[in-house]
């Protein structure tokens, strides 16, 4: 059972360019969280997803930053106009409908860095 | 607001040694906690899972501890080798909530 995937591992960005990350759940998981970890800094919470719904987004900067988990494919975390400021670490979790419930599994994050 | 706090920021011990991590939270109404090992440049792998009922989990040289009514937990690491160098991170979920709310995390160096 594969774990958590996301790509691409590595992204440069100029300022003003967008940037897409993408995010595979582990088989069987339904629920994908997005986190940010800016340098220096720890672990912070940005959006909740479900199948074809937003459910938590109160991580999210308000404006440039946009998430969505279609119901085929991976879950996307977009930022439109990148800026400096949003060079980090950025993780995608998933977890499971039933078992321990809200256990969190982690994939090996996209870097991000912004020129 | 929750907040999640773990002391000491850095640790450095020689290898062998027993040690103790510490994380509090603000605020006791969670319905689980996790502690994580995050290694330079890399994801988050999950250590131990205790959910607010219980009081501890272990899981070969580690054991973690909840008192939930203090807000404290504690990660017990036996017998430390180079290999468990790393950061922990300790993160807890609110009651009503989905998502972890982490520490800054601790350092841990284990010197051969």
């Known amino acids: 059972n594969a774990g958590v995937m996301q790509n691409p591992r590595h992204l440069v960005r100029r300022r003003g360019q967008e940037a897409r990350l993408r995010c595979s759940p582990m088989?069987?998981?339904?629920?994908v969280y997005w986190y940010r970890q800016l340098p220096e800094e720890g672990l912070k919470f940005m959006v909740y997803l479900q199948k074809e719904n937003i459910i938590d987004e109160s991580g999210m900067p308000k404006e440039r930053f946009s998430a969505e988990f279609p119901k085929e494919g991976p879950s996307i975390l977009r930022i439109q106009q990148v800026v400096r400021g949003d060079s980090a670490a950025y993780f995608c979790a998933s977890s499971p409908v039933s078992g321990r419930a809200h256990e969190q599994f982690f994939g090996p994050g996209t870097r991000l860095t912004v020129l | 607001k929750q907040e999640v706090t773990q002391i000491p920021a850095a640790l450095s011990v020689p290898e062998g040694e027993n040690l103790v991590l510490n994380c509090s939270f603000t605020d006791s109404a969670i319905y689980n906690l996790q502690w994580f090992r995050q290694d330079p440049g890399k994801g988050l792998t999950s250590l131990l899972l205790?959910?607010?009922?219980?009081r501890e989990q272990t899981s070969g040289r580690l054991n973690a501890s909840l008192d939930k009514s203090s807000g404290r937990s504690t990660l017990y690491i036996a017998a430390s080798q180079p290999g468990d160098s790393a950061t922990y991170l300790c993160a807890v979920i609110n009651q009503g909530a989905q998502k972890l709310v982490f520490g800054q995390g601790t350092r841990l160096t284990i010197n051969p």
């Open positions: 205790i959910q607010s009922s219980q």
């Open positions: 088989k069987g998981h339904s629920h």
